[in-house]
Nanobody, 118 residues
Framework: QVQLVESGGGLVQPGGSLTLSCAVS????????MAWYRQALGNQRELVAT???????VYEDSAKSRFTISRDNAKNTVHLQMNSLEPEDTAVYFC????????????WGQGIQVTVSS
């Protein structure tokens, strides 16, 4: 059974930092493309960062130079280090694993709230 469990969210002041973690069971993270998405209240879910199985990281404009996506193969966990947080980063953050074989399928975590406010 596949499970993705996010942790590390919470309330942080503008300019602060948070690290989100996504603990995965049921597949090996280094074999799949992993990604972080976020969804602000009233908005559509949007892609933040992708970590390909090759190890290459791709960031959307909102995350460039502030966020870092990484994985810990020993713990089968994916992280999102977020620095210089802004109120506009307030959202529910979701972890996703994208499987291609044997069948294409996306696995999602339940999401975790990040609130940036003074």
């Amino acid at each position: 059974q596949v499970q993705l469990v996010e942790s590390g969210g919470g309330l942080v002041q503008p300019g602060g930092s948070l690290t989100l973690s996504c603990a995965v069971s049921g597949f090996i993270v280094r074999y799949l493309d992993m990604a972080w998405y976020r969804q602000a209240l009233g908005n559509q879910r949007e892609l933040v960062a992708t970590l390909r199985s090759s190890g290459a990281a791709v960031y959307e404009d909102s995350a460039k130079s502030r966020f870092t996506i990484s994985r810990d193969n020993a713990k089968n966990t994916v992280h999102l280090q977020m620095n210089s947080l802004e109120p506009e980063d307030t959202a529910v953050y979701f972890c996703k694993g994208h499987q291609i074989l044997p069948v294409a399928h996306d696995y999602w975590g339940q999401g975790i709230q990040v609130t940036v406010s003074s």
